[in-house]
């Protein structure tokens, strides 16, 4: 097959959707061509490369001339560029975007590509934006809906619960598939991390962990405000935040001196792969707190589980797939007391928390991205080929 992919950002950039995309196409592209349409550009860094070939992919970057937010955008080559090949599969990921509707409409009605869509986040399914914001976004679900209804042969629900509001956006239930996202088998590995807890004095420490972007939707704010209540009857406990500040580190530094919780955190920034997993590895309880409506799936979840955390997450969507009582705890998004009452409960409760991270381990080793290009991914694009 050939296929082409549409992702807002991509490699070097790395966030969720980024990554989720890359495992998937460069697994692909063991068997398929795969292409990539993408940005050239975020918050300021251009990649001067505009065509590459990187593991076995061609990255098309289009160049951005204008973009406002996230969604508002005009990269000045994109639809000519994707016109210029021919698919046999054309895989948008994301929905929202004016430019992405242009060319699919264009690719349905000039072509015999098959579509298909994977929204990710679900931010415009979002209920917590502001008025003007809804009002714009009323309106727009007045162009994306028929779009989504006509123009796409299947779309991709990550979470299992996804379909309720992708219906409500056009896309025709009929047509959509379950793909959850993944994480590389490389996350499997074993790794030594005697000079990592030694370079951070983690030695005798109780370690909890979280791992994003330093955004204020993350919610890692909540994880401070909770730290009092649990370093007052564990005061060996040490947070581990990882993640390079998008903005918010001031304002989260702030919180942790009004609390007063100094010698109880440690921002490492952005980690490299290998202190990752030696950083979870360390760590006894994984931390998931994003705001509700931000998070389709949380990979970082994902790779908490395979290094043997127990985890306590936030009500999002992909927290509410990935974590049951077996497994971890859920707590409703700005309600601290709760969330330092289940961290407390697994420091104290050791055979719990022991069986949550087995149970986790076991659980994880489903969603590994290799397998899951496969199956299900291939496979429903062999369907939808193969529909007549």
Same mark, same amino acid.
């Given at each position: 097959?050939?296929?082409?992919?549409?992702?807002?950002?991509?490699?070097?950039?790395?966030?969720?959707?980024?990554?989720?995309?890359?495992?998937?196409?460069?697994?692909?592209?063991?068997?398929?061509? /795969?292409?990539?349409? @993408?940005?050239?550009?975020?918050?300021?860094?251009?990649?001067?490369?505009?065509?590459?070939?990187?593991?076995?992919?061609? $990255?098309?970057?289009?160049?951005?001339?204008?973009?406002?937010?996230?969604?508002?955008?005009?990269?000045?080559?994109?639809?000519?560029?994707?016109?210029?090949?021919?698919?046999?599969?054309?895989?948008?990921?994301?929905?929202?975007?004016?430019?992405?509707?242009?060319?699919? /409409?264009?690719?349905?009605?000039? @072509?015999?590509?098959?579509?298909?869509?994977?929204?990710?986040?679900?931010?415009?399914?979002?209920?917590?934006?502001?008025?003007?914001?809804?009002?714009?976004?009323?309106?727009?679900?007045?162009?994306?809906?028929?779009?989504?209804?006509?123009?796409?042969?299947?779309?991709?629900?990550?979470?299992?619960?996804?379909?309720?509001?992708?219906?409500?956006?056009?896309?025709?239930?009929?047509?959509?598939?379950?793909?959850?996202?993944?994480?590389?088998? &490389?996350?499997?590995?074993?790794?030594?991390?005697?000079?990592?807890? *030694?370079?951070?004095?983690?030695?005798?420490?109780?370690? $909890?962990?979280?791992?994003?972007?330093?955004?204020?939707?993350? +919610?890692?704010?909540?994880?401070?405000?909770?730290?009092?209540?649990?370093?007052?009857?564990?005061?060996?406990?040490?947070?581990?935040?990882?993640?390079?500040?998008?903005?918010?580190?001031?304002?989260?530094?702030?919180?942790?001196?009004?609390?007063?919780?100094? *010698?109880?955190?440690?921002?490492?920034?952005?980690?490299?792969?290998? &202190?990752?997993?030696?950083?979870?590895?360390?760590?006894? $309880?994984?931390?998931?707190?994003?705001?509700?409506? @931000?998070?389709?799936?949380?990979?970082?979840?994902?790779?908490?589980?395979?290094?043997?955390?127990?985890? /306590?997450?936030?009500?999002?969507? +992909?927290?509410?797939?990935?974590?049951?009582?077996?497994?971890?705890?859920?707590?409703?998004?700005?309600?601290?007391?709760?969330?330092?009452?289940?961290?407390?409960?697994?420091?104290?409760?050791?055979?719990?928390?022991?069986?949550?991270?087995?149970?986790?381990?076991?659980?994880?080793?489903?969603?590994?991205?290799?397998?899951?290009?496969?199956?299900?991914?291939?496979?429903?694009?062999?369907? /939808?080929?193969?529909?007549?």
């Amino acid at each position: 097959m050939k296929i082409g992919f549409v992702v807002t950002y991509f490699y070097p950039f790395k966030d969720g959707t980024e990554n989720n995309c890359l495992y998937l196409a460069r697994e692909l592209a063991k068997k398929h061509e /795969v292409h990539i349409f @993408t940005s050239d550009r975020r918050e300021g860094v251009v990649v001067e490369n505009k065509e590459e070939e990187f593991q076995g992919l061609h $990255i098309h970057r289009c160049r951005t001339i204008f973009r406002y937010r996230y969604y508002m955008v005009f990269d000045i080559d994109f639809i000519p560029k994707i016109m210029k090949y021919k698919f046999d599969i054309l895989h948008v990921h994301s929905i929202g975007f004016l430019q992405q509707d242009i060319a699919v /409409v264009l690719k349905k009605i000039f @072509t015999n590509t098959k579509i298909v869509n994977t929204p990710h986040g679900p931010f415009l399914a979002n209920e917590n934006y502001s008025i003007p914001i809804k009002i714009a976004r009323t309106i727009y679900k007045l162009i994306e809906y028929p779009i989504n209804h006509f123009f796409y042969d299947a779309s991709i629900d990550v979470n299992s619960t996804q379909k309720i509001w992708m219906v409500e956006y056009g896309f025709k239930e009929n047509k959509i598939k379950f793909n959850p996202d993944g994480v590389p088998k &490389d996350r499997l590995r074993k790794i030594e991390n005697k000079e990592f807890i *030694k370079k951070y004095n983690l030695k005798n420490k109780f370690v $909890i962990s979280s791992l994003g972007r330093l955004l204020p939707y993350k +919610g890692f704010d909540q994880i401070i405000k909770a730290l009092p209540s649990i370093t007052k009857k564990h005061p060996n406990v040490l947070y581990l935040c990882m993640g390079d500040d998008r903005g918010d580190l001031k304002r989260l530094k702030s919180l942790v001196k009004e609390n007063k919780v100094e *010698k109880y955190i440690l921002f490492l920034g952005e980690v490299s792969e290998d &202190d990752k997993l030696k950083a979870l590895d360390a760590s006894e $309880i994984f931390l998931f707190p994003s705001e509700p409506g @931000t998070e389709a799936f949380g990979i970082v979840t994902l790779e908490a589980m395979l290094r043997k955390n127990a985890v /306590v997450a936030s009500n999002t969507e +992909g927290s509410l797939f990935l974590i049951e009582k077996d497994n971890g705890f859920i707590f409703n998004y700005g309600n601290t007391e709760k969330l330092a009452e289940y961290v407390n409960l697994l420091i104290e409760n050791e055979k719990l928390r022991k069986s949550m991270q087995e149970t986790n381990y076991n659980k994880a080793k489903n969603y590994i991205n290799e397998n899951i290009a496969w199956d299900p991914l291939e496979k429903i694009y062999l369907e /939808v080929l193969n529909k007549k």
